[in-house]
């Protein structure tokens, strides 16, 4: 488990790399899930099971594993990007648009109740803003740093889903809070 990061003077967090990769979906730590279609379990980050549960088909989430163990056994901090890249071609599930946040912030709690240290980290940004600051345009879970003019986003746009999130677990947290998806 990482050391806690220095964080800003203000807490702010502007994006999920270096001493603050450990907000990242990416970051690998013990995370519990688990649905009527796939069994409950811990899995190593937070990406792949979010992506298997884009879809109710287990023959899909079984090919979704597939990548992700494949990729995991080349090179490790690649495989969450595997199963990402998988999930774009899925066929989402058709209550997608209204579940993914629920899914996201059950995933988000597990993780930094589940993982101490990390609870720590998030803790210590005290009331500071956390943004998922990306380069690759994602509006919805974050902010694009920069501007992809072909699908029509400007540096600062974003929903920045993801950093809210965080932002209320931080809250719930500091209340005391600890919200284990499951007890694995």
Same mark, same amino acid.
């Given at each position: ?26 970051? *690998? ?31 899909? *989430? ?21 199963? *990402? ?76 889903? /993801?950093?809210?999130? /965080? ?18």
């Amino acid at each position: 488990m990482p050391s806690i990061p220095n964080p800003s003077p203000d807490g702010a967090v502007t994006e999920f790399r270096g001493p603050h990769r450990l907000f990242s979906n990416m970051f *690998r730590a013990p995370v519990a899930w688990g649905d009527a279609v796939t069994a409950a379990r811990l899995w190593a980050c937070n990406e792949l099971p979010y992506v298997l549960a884009k879809t109710l088909s287990a023959e899909e *989430r079984a090919l979704g594993l597939a990548v992700f163990e494949r990729a995991e056994a080349r090179e490790p901090d690649k495989a969450g990007m595997a199963v *990402r890249r998988w999930g774009k071609r899925l066929v989402l599930r058709p209550n997608w648009d209204t579940t993914r946040r629920g899914v996201m912030l059950a995933l988000v709690r597990d993780k930094f109740a589940r993982n101490p240290a990390l609870g720590e980290a998030l803790v210590a940004t005290g009331d500071g803003l956390i943004e998922e600051g990306n380069s690759w345009g994602d509006v919805y879970w974050g902010i694009a740093r920069r501007a992809v003019p072909e699908r029509g986003i400007r540096a600062g746009d974003g929903e920045n889903h /993801l950093g809210r999130i /965080l932002m209320q677990v931080r809250a719930e947290l500091r209340q005391g809070e600890h919200h284990l998806a499951l007890p694995l």
